[in-house]
Nanobody
């Protein structure tokens, strides 16, 4: 069974950077689209960034455009979320999630319900 593990969270000052990693126990990520979701204190979970199974098609939420980038290394079995110019409103628990998209190249799932495997999350705190 696929298992996801996030790492790279921490506390940074506004304007700082963090790079989150999502790794799996499975030998290949080729057939999975991966999403990064964020849950701020007292709020629901929101989609931040997603990438298709090939790593060619990405989605970044409007509030993070120009600051965040998602990338996928199928050979290394990893997905990354590079976060630059962090703001206090980026604070939250960040989860990576996988959606099996075999046969659907370039498909980036938009609904949370399409992702059926979730990691435990990593805390990101942006504060001065």
């Amino acid at each position: 069974q696929l298992q996801l593990v996030e790492s790279g969270g921490g506390m940074v000052q506004p304007g700082g950077s963090l790079k989150l990693s999502c790794t799996t126990s499975r030998s290949r990520l080729d057939d999975f689209a991966i999403g990064w979701f964020r849950q701020a204190p007292g709020k629901g979970r929101e989609r931040v960034a997603c990438i298709d199974k090939s790593g060619r098609v990405t989605y970044i939420t409007e509030s993070a455009k120009g600051r965040f980038a998602i990338s996928k290394d199928n050979a290394a079995n990893k997905v990354y979320l590079q976060m630059n110019n962090l703001k206090p409103e980026d604070t939250g628990v960040y989860y990576c999630a996988a959606a099996w998209t075999y046969g659907r190249s370039t498909y980036v799932p938009s609904r949370e319900s399409e992702y059926d495997t979730w990691g435990q999350g990593t805390q990101v705190t942006v504060s001065s």
